[in-house]
């Protein structure tokens, strides 16, 4: 089985991931203070240079103000 970071799939929930943001209005530093990080954490999640396991995902869905479900779905994972 193919590592899913390597996915398609994987790719568009990057993707969504950066336009929640966007859409959040929030910057990848504004995102990284939050989280008690720095700015290059949120870009290397984004980036797919790091893994982004399920309460990070969490996390940044609660920061974004959508649910993890609904996140899901616009991406086809539900």
């Given at each position: 089985m193919q590592k899913s970071r390597y996915t398609q799939k994987y790719s568009r929930m990057l993707g969504a991931l950066r336009a929640a943001r966007v859409e959040a209005g929030l910057t990848q530093t504004d995102v990284a203070k939050?989280?008690?990080?720095?700015?290059?954490?949120?870009?290397?999640?984004?980036?797919?240079?790091?893994?982004?396991?399920?309460?990070e995902l969490s996390l940044f869905c609660q920061l974004y103000k959508v649910t993890v479900s609904d996140f899901l779905r616009s991406i086809g994972l539900d």
């Amino acid at each position: 089985m193919q590592k899913s970071r390597y996915t398609q799939k994987y790719s568009r929930m990057l993707g969504a991931l950066r336009a929640a943001r966007v859409e959040a209005g929030l910057t990848q530093t504004d995102v990284a203070k939050r989280f008690g990080a720095h700015a290059s954490f949120v870009s290397k999640c984004e980036s797919g240079e790091r893994r982004i396991d399920v309460i990070e995902l969490s996390l940044f869905c609660q920061l974004y103000k959508v649910t993890v479900s609904d996140f899901l779905r616009s991406i086809g994972l539900d």
